[in-house]
């Protein structure tokens, strides 16, 4: 009798491997499925507690705006919490004052109003009122206020009025985002065809899209003002309440649009600050 070049004991050792890799190979892609989003979330969200050393390694990483933001928002929690600590990180906080990511700056605006007895911040904050960014100057006129400081009273009522967005470059212009859309900051509004190739138009600020001022296809230039965003709830809010500290007897005019209900598309409570605000001028 010819024995058979795999007899059934080493047939059943070889199909039992086989199940074992399968299986394990089926665990090993489920565990990725869960494992990857898992560290996409965990690298992005500023939500999880940094060491010290993280702190510090966060602050100093010149490659990963991200890991910035994320050690600045948990400095401003520290310093919200009375965390004695964070005092140690500020030298490094006033030195991101001129970093050429906007996110960092408008971050750090916001950061530096959190301790308003230190003035170094008051003074860090200053400058950046004139900052190219939009939003780096609502959210250093806000901070500055909790110093008592009205310094930055012009960009809360830049806050209250429409927003003109400019073409970033001459090109021809197609849109994105219909009008009476919402937008965040970042929200792709349109593309420009130019010479160099596409350009995206991202908001600047958060708001809705009121008019459009250029038409489909239309050929732009550089700098010409090619839609308006009508303010958000938010930043009319803040403004509102800023204005109220703030604000002086002819700012009347701009408050009372909201008070009176002439803005439409707005939260109630929009309008119940804009009439604190209107009563305490």
Same mark, same amino acid.
Request: proline share 6%; charged share 25%; glycine share 6%.
């Given at each position: ?17 086989? =199940? ?11 565990? $990725?499925?869960? %494992? ?33 933001? #994320?050690?600045?928002?948990? !400095? ?17 906080? $006033? ?5 050429? #990511?906007?996110? !960092? =700056? !408008? ?8 301790? #308003?007895?230190?003035?170094?911040? #008051?003074?860090?904050?200053?400058? %950046? ?43 021809? %212009? ?24 596409? $350009? ?18 239309? =050929? ?5 003002? !090619? ?17 109220? $500290? ?36």
């Amino acid at each position: 009798m010819v024995s058979s070049p795999n007899p059934p004991a080493e047939d059943t050792r070889l199909a039992e491997a086989r =199940r074992r890799r399968a299986t394990l190979l089926g665990i090993v892609v489920a565990v $990725l499925f869960v %494992l990857v989003p898992f560290l996409f979330w965990r690298d992005t969200w500023f939500g999880r507690s940094l060491t010290d050393e993280e702190m510090g390694q966060y602050l100093a990483d010149q490659d990963k705006p991200r890991h910035m933001q #994320h050690a600045l928002v948990q !400095i401003g929690e520290r310093i919200s919490q009375g965390d004695p600590t964070a005092k140690r990180w500020y030298p490094q906080v $006033l030195r991101l004052t001129g970093n050429p #990511h906007p996110e !960092i =700056r !408008i971050t750090l605006a916001w950061v530096l109003g959190a301790d #308003h007895r230190a003035e170094e911040f #008051h003074r860090a904050l200053l400058p %950046l009122l004139q900052d190219a960014e939009p939003m780096v100057r609502r959210n250093a006129a806000l901070s500055l206020v909790r110093f008592g400081d009205a310094s930055g009273r012009e960009e809360f009522l830049a806050m209250l009025r429409p927003y003109a967005v400019r073409a970033p470059a001459d090109g021809t %212009l197609s849109y994105r985002l219909p009008q009476g859309n919402a937008a965040e900051r970042g929200t792709l509004l349109a593309r420009l065809e130019t010479s160099q190739g596409t $350009l995206e138009v991202s908001s600047p600020v958060p708001g809705t899209v009121e008019k459009w001022l250029a038409e489909e296809q239309s =050929r732009v230039a550089a700098e010409q003002e !090619i839609l308006v965003l009508a303010p958000g709830s938010e930043q009319v809010w803040e403004a509102l309440r800023a204005l109220y $500290l703030v604000g002086r007897a002819e700012d009347l005019p701009e408050v009372e649009r909201y008070a009176r209900g002439a803005v439409s598309d707005l939260a109630d409570e929009v309008r119940q600050q804009a009439s604190l605000t209107a009563a305490s001028a």
